[in-house]
């Protein structure tokens, strides 16, 4: 996360540990344990535990600048625009997130959807269709654009038109990634820094580059299954916050067994 003086925000210190601290199994913490005695172990010692989280705590999604004296912002409460939408929770690490989205003129009707808990750093653009110039002629250069000839705008079919930009939930955007028209963004994928991005990226895969292309996907496919099914993102406030311990843990095993048994109560209760 990059703020605006390029430094990462200060940890709250009111708040827990992070997760992996307080809840890693015994038989990873002590692993070093079981090195040769040859092998020089540098042992850091926990930090000192934090009150638990409260569960009854319920941020709010409507505050701007989440993280006083920061620039970074929360981008709900910041949209203005029409054909603009974006969920709960998803920040900007800037202050004027609307300012990069460009080239989104209202005859075309494309809408940028961008869903909640996404995380997009710095330096992001969302370049809309109103950038796609028409290709199937013998000039690409706009005379409908300009004042003094009087022209009408081409059909949308004699354009490259893309249509929506779609970003799924829970989505990271790497620091100065430029997402094209008409792309769609699965959940829980992540853009790497820089990338430039003109095809759609599946679920919980890595892209990186220019153009982007699949690096690897982040979590194993049955893993990504249980989290595309559980969906937390659209869970009420509460049961997320009770989940974030899990949603946080690296220990993968226990993940998958916990969102299981979370699908598993979801199923009985609701048939
Ligand atoms: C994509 C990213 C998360 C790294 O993922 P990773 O799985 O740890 O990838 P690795 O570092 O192991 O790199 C794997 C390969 O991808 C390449 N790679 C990694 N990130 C890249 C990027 N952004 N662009 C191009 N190539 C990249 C590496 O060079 C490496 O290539 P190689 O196999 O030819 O040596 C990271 O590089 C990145 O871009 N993070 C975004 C950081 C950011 O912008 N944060 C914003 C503030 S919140």
């Known amino acids: ?16 540990p992070p997760t992996s601290d307080r809840q890693l199994p015994d038989s990873v913490v002590d692993d070093a344990a079981s090195l040769p005695s040859t092998a020089q172990v ?20 409507d505050l701007v600048h989440p993280l006083p004296g920061y620039d970074l912002t929360y981008v709900r409460p910041t949209v203005s625009l029409p054909g603009i939408e974006v969920g709960p929770f998803t920040y900007f690490a800037g202050a004027d997130f609307q300012d990069h989205v460009t080239n989104h003129v209202g005859y075309l009707g494309d809408r940028l ?31 409908y654009a300009f004042g003094g000839w009087d022209q009408q705008p081409p059909p949308l079919d004699w354009l490259p038109f893309k249509g929506d930009t779609v970003v799924g939930n829970d989505v990271w955007i790497g620091q100065h990634a430029t997402i094209l028209p008409g792309v769609q963004v699965a959940d829980g994928a992540l853009i790497g820094a820089n990338a430039v991005v003109g095809s759609d990226v599946e679920p919980y895969t890595i892209v990186v580059g220019n153009p982007a292309r699949p690096l690897r996907q982040r979590l194993d496919q049955d893993l990504i299954e249980l989290l595309l099914e559980l969906k937390w993102w659209d869970l009420p406030i509460a049961q997320i916050n009770r989940l974030i311990p899990v949603l946080t843990s690296p220990d993968l095993d226990m993940v998958s067994r916990e969102l299981r048994r979370e699908l598993a109560t979801r199923r009985s209760t609701s048939g």
């Not at 996360?1 to 827990?16: E, G, I, R």
């Open 1 to 16: 996360m990059v703020t605006k003086d390029n430094q990462h925000p200060p940890t709250n210190a009111s708040a827990a």
């Open 42 to 61: 540098v042992r850091v010692p926990p930090p000192p535990p934090g009150p638990e989280p409260r569960q009854n705590q319920v941020p709010d999604p």
């Open 113 to 143: 959807i961008i869903g909640k808990f996404c995380q997009i750093a710095i330096g992001v653009e969302f370049v809309m269709n109103g950038a796609n110039h028409q290709m199937n002629a013998a000039t690409t250069f706009p005379f």
